[in-house]
T-cell receptor, first 110, second 116 residues
Framework: KQEVTQIPAALSVPEGENLVLNCSFT??????LQWFRQDPGKGLTSLLL?????REQTSGRLNASLDKSSGRSTLYIAASQPGDSATYLC?????????FGTGTRLQVFP | NAGVTQTPKFRILKIGQSMTLQCAQD?????MYWYRQDPGMGLKLIYY???????DKGEVPNGYNVSRSTTEDFPLRLELAAPSQTSVYFC???????????????FGPGTRLTVL
């Protein structure tokens, strides 16, 4: 059974720091891995999707990497801003279903 | 496009009551999903549908029912509400999965349900 774990569960950093969020999964037979952002009381917004054949994806200050063989993905956020404060969820897609991690709650303070 | 819409936004039920959570999408997506999110947890799949008339169970289907009579709508039915069903419910949709498996899911804003 696929299990997805995210570390750390919570993170508080000052504005301007570069930071890394971690995601690990137990079954490497995935089709893709996705990172989502969730704001309090809101739905999820897709940030990045990495196909199983890819190693990384970039969007603005965000960079996500994927290492299928080790069952790991990282989300790198450069020059963090208070507006980045949210919960970040990773999810792996195998057999047409998304399996979610429990998320990392990020707070960026001025 | 409105995207994925859900109603109601909030609801309080008494134990044993029934209700239907509504979900609609206007993106002509074939695939639709229902998730629940408990406090401090990730999302768990309840039911999903790959097209009108086709539904299947996810990880946590007990206590719920779904139907998919149109491409646009995917209601979730709670027949006998229990405190364990207190959660936030999210509906999502996506395009059909091609061989490349590239598409993400688009989420609604959620329904916060409390069962007392």
């Amino acid at each position: 059974k696929q299990e997805v774990t995210q570390i750390p569960a919570a993170l508080s950093v000052p504005e301007g720091e570069n930071l890394v969020l971690n995601c690990s999964f137990t079954d490497s037979a995935i089709y893709n891995l996705q990172w989502f952002r969730q704001d309090p009381g809101k739905g999820l917004t897709s940030l990045l999707l990495i196909q199983s054949s890819q190693r990384e994806q970039t969007s603005g200050r965000l960079n996500a990497s994927l290492d299928k063989s080790s069952g790991r993905s990282t989300l790198y956020i450069a020059a963090s801003q208070p507006g980045d404060s949210a919960t970040y969820l990773c999810a792996v897609d195998n057999t047409d279903k998304l399996i979610f991690g429990t998320g990392t709650r990020l707070q960026v303070f001025p | 496009n409105a995207g994925v819409t859900q109603t109601p936004k909030f609801r309080i039920l008494k134990i044993g009551q029934s209700m239907t959570l509504q979900c609609a999408q206007d993106m002509n997506h074939n695939y639709m999903y229902w998730y629940r999110q408990d406090p401090g947890m990730g999302l768990k799949l309840i039911y999903y549908s790959v097209g009108a008339g086709i539904t299947d169970k996810g990880e946590v289907p007990n206590g719920y029912n779904v139907s998919r009579s149109t491409t646009e709508d995917f209601p979730l039915r709670l027949e006998l509400a229990a405190p364990s069903q207190t959660s936030v419910y999210f509906c999502a949709s996506s395009y059909p999965r091609p061989a490349s498996k590239t598409d993400t899911q688009y989420f609604g804003p959620g329904t916060r349900l409390t069962v007392l």
